[in-house]
């Protein structure tokens, strides 16, 4: 079996991020039902020294899309990182789906032979495989993993089939044609 680039990173991206969507919908039920501003949950974290719960929805939100746009030099959307309510989150997210759903197989061909640079690691580089499987994927996760718990720390009442979202499960012995 040959899994292919697109499948382990813009496929689960998508999946992962409309999982947080529900995540953060749910939320403002909670919000809405127990009378607390969306705000404050917003501005929640785990440890002082970490990012809030609306950092880390942009900051998931721009590793899938610069994983993406650096692996296939298919321009990402700029986001000015200005959300200032609840349902400006869900749009960030609604935007990066809809970027990630234009990007296909073919576009990341060669995502192998591209030098992955960042600008706080001057003189170092990452070639594609490596910054996929070593920082891409790890970092998006990171993030998504930490808004998760930022919201079940809060009472928020997620599991793991939350987390995890759609599973392509099958019968013992059927096969299934996958997306």
């Known amino acids: 079996m040959n899994v292919q680039v697109h499948e382990v990173s813009v496929e689960q991206f998508i999946l992962t991020l409309s999982n947080l969507k529900q995540f953060l919908l749910k939320a403002e039920g909670v919000a ?3 009378k607390f501003d969306m705000k404050v949950l917003l501005e929640t974290r785990l440890f002082p020294d970490m990012f809030p719960l609306s950092k880390q929805i942009q ?3 721009d590793a899938a899309k610069f994983c993406g746009s650096r ?3 298919v321009k ?3 986001f000015d990182d200005k959300e200032a309510n609840f349902h400006d989150y869900i749009v960030r997210i609604e935007k ?3 970027y990630l759903k234009s990007l296909d197989h073919e576009d990341f061909l060669k995502f192998e ?4 640079r960042f600008p706080w690691n001057p003189g170092q580089e ?3 495989k490596s910054y996929l499987v070593q920082f891409a994927i790890p970092n998006f996760y990171f993030h998504i993993t930490t808004a998760y718990n930022i919201l079940r720390s809060s009472g928020i009442e997620l599991g793991k089939a939350d987390f995890l979202g759609q599973i392509n499960w ?5 096969l299934t044609d996958h997306p």
Do not use: F, M
């Not at 032979?113 to 992955?116: L, N, S, V």
């Not at 099958?170 to 059927?174: I, N, P, V």
């Open 71 to 73: 692996l296939t030099d």
């Open 96 to 98: 990066t789906i809809e």
């Open 59 to 61: 900051t998931a939100c």
């Open 170 to 174: 099958q019968r013992e012995g059927e």
């Open 32 to 34: 809405r039902a127990r």
């Open 76 to 78: 990402a959307p700029v």
């Open 126 to 128: 990452l070639d594609g």
């Open 113 to 116: 032979e591209k030098k992955i």
